[in-house]
């Protein structure tokens, strides 16, 4: 690299930087004073873009960017004031949920809207043009780009210290029920705040159409990557999220200068693994208040009674009995709702009894059904073989991820495990030589013992209710109550000898295993993998499992992964826009049943 | 025999010098409590020899070895028991389950994956709780009692891996003014009775001097009195930080 391609890397660098600081900018302010992740910041982004480039045809480049942003910044305020608001007093956990439903039901309307090709905008008038820089061309509208972050920042900044409004917003964000207390108007400050996020998401989005075409892929990498901005800034410091915004930004440009594009996201990865090692809240964040009165407590683990256990052995005989009465799609059906089962409730070993609340556990299903299907394809090993050893990927890539994971708590957690998710998902979807990218690996099929329909379902059947019962059983030995003690009380778990981080380690793998074993069946009884296993719409399916089935219970996940596949099943065969209409269901699930259904149920019929 | 010894213990935050060279020791057996006006750097003093605070200079030993570079739960598995000022228990947990918890880590038995929990220690966490006056109520949920019983609850936990030494950081804090003395009654005598020290900070001076075998007093992160509870009532610079110059 000559000195002159040096500077127009960090020159490049630099423009891409302005838009992830405004997405990262949003994020951070919405969840200062809302104490809400936005999961579909990313996806508000994305409207920016689509409406810009509509708008864009019809009057023009600089008068659609103002307005586009004003149209995402009006349907934050619609979605916070219809849809949010409602939930302030519901846990984290389905406050996510519900932003992550959004995430669906938005792409779905931007899909219908738009259609799936992704679409170029128009170019910037004024600044169509390149300039000369040290012997190379240089866009001009970088050069706009990179004058117009730190504006941004300047005018964020004066908002947020010279205004009446902005001391509001930063009292809340040090302290909210304070704030409450002397008497700030709550209700429009949270619609008032969200409105701003949304707004800087949809200038970010509007703003990157001159650089490149809006499409329906955006919304989780933007989303993510506004992650990696905000941890390693630090939550709720908009000074940080420049910072990390430069940095991020700077770290892509010159990857991908280098020629080492692949290896862009396993450089994000590790600048972000260093910041988190070295500062556990960010370079510019503190370590979070504690929540007061977070949710309502669990009831003690009681020995399952004798009846239950019946019940479960019946459940057992009953679909042991399934292929003599029934063939074809049962089968397949119940092979999948088997397998997500193992899937669910290995997520909630760590995010019920351990407290982990894990946005990215389908990276361990993926990469179990990876570490199978290349076992297999690649290293030419017998299927059995494979899918015995398989696993071992899920739960070497959790062993890998939580080392980093469980040194963070509550939202800075789950946005990490989501980047996780993401960036395992990048490799295996940019590795077009080992991983077949895109299109996945095909040819996975089980030995010829295996072959036939009953026969899979019943080596299903076994593995899955074997790992289910394992799980269960780890939950009510010494090391599940010892999870659960330092879930309760970090500082008391501490102070009685327990290592918590030891702990959580060990869980997070054992889970990951499972979730890797549920991965290697799913691949073998597809006959094909694609990076869809371990995207991040796999992770909610499990999160939404989990807390469709309630939390607060053991068995809660068996149902909601039985009743979630079921319905995905029936929904997605019938319907175009299935995301959409998962969405909807989630959102109406969480403004309905809180607890889930099995908490609904206990509570509803409780003695 | 000294249990515990602290010898010139200094910290600071920022420019303030929250603790300086303070030096104090407690004796098995014995109850010693440290007190002193709000911000006397009582609270800091307290977190130095627990372990969650690392001093800037000064050395902390129990039974003689250095506990430098220690973390809370390296410090518990050497005998040490604590409470806290708000009560830290296990809410998902019965009463007996959260005894059998500090059993279970101080047999080692954390790492057990199949082995039923319910089922051990019961005896032993039994009568742990009958020595705190929680047998009956072993079979609740912790998330349930009332503040008094939580922090009878704590001290059984705290006595679970048979600590020579308790720290109890205001022990009687946030009850009502009778369970006050009881509590700390019976804290005294199950330290008196299997020759734990005990190091207790607290507020409330009718139980310091009610409790209390010997009483360090701190002002402005020094060390201004040591001695028994007469001695400490008697000495003018006591007299001077609680009461004003003029008193």
Redesign the interface.
Known sequence: MTYSSILIQFLNGLASASSLFLVAAGLSLIFGVTRIVNFAHGSLYMLGMYVAVWLGERIGFWWSVPIAALAVGAFGALVESALLRRLYAAPELLQLLATFALVLVVKDFALWAWGPEDILGPRAPGFTGAVTIAGLQFPEYDLFLIGFGPLVLGALWLLLTRTRWGTLVRAATQDREMASALGVNQKWLFTGVFALGAFLAGLGGALQIPREPATLLIDLSVVSDAFVVVVVGGLGSIGGAFVAAFLIAEIKAFCIGLGLSQFTLVVEFVVMAVVLVIRPWGLFGRMPALARGAGAVEPPLVAPSPAALKALAALLAALALVPVVSGGYTLVLLTDILVFALFAVSLHFIMGPAGLHSFGHAAYFGLGAYGAGLLLLRAGAPMELALLLGPLAGGLGALVFGWFCVRLSGVYLAMLTLAFAQIAWSVVFQWDAFTGGSNGLVGIWPASWLASKAAYYYITLLTCAGGIALLWRMLYAPFGYALRAARDSPLRADAIGLDVRALQWAAFTLAGLAAGMAGALYAFSKGSISPESLSVPRSVDGLVMVLLGGIQTLTGPLWGAALFTWMQDAVARGIDYWRAVIGAVILVLVLAFPQGLTGFLRQRFAP | MTVLAARNLSKSFGGVQAVRGVSLSVASGELLALIGPNGAGKTTCFNLLNGQLAPDAGEIEFEGRSLRGL????I??LGVG?T?QVT???????VR?NV???L???HR??????????Q?HVAAADALLERVGMREQAGR?C?VLAYGDLKRVELA?AL??QPRLLLMDEPTAGMAPGERGELMQLAADLARGSGIAVLFTEHDMDVVFAHADRIVVLSDGELIAQGSPQEVRANAAVRAVYLGSHA
């Open positions: 973390a809370p739960r390296e518990w598995r604590r806290f830290a228990t296990f809410g998902s947990m019965t389950e059998q918890m500090a279970l880590s101080h038995q954390l790492s057990s994956l199949f082995a039923r929990a319910a051990r949920p998330a936990v679970a891996n």
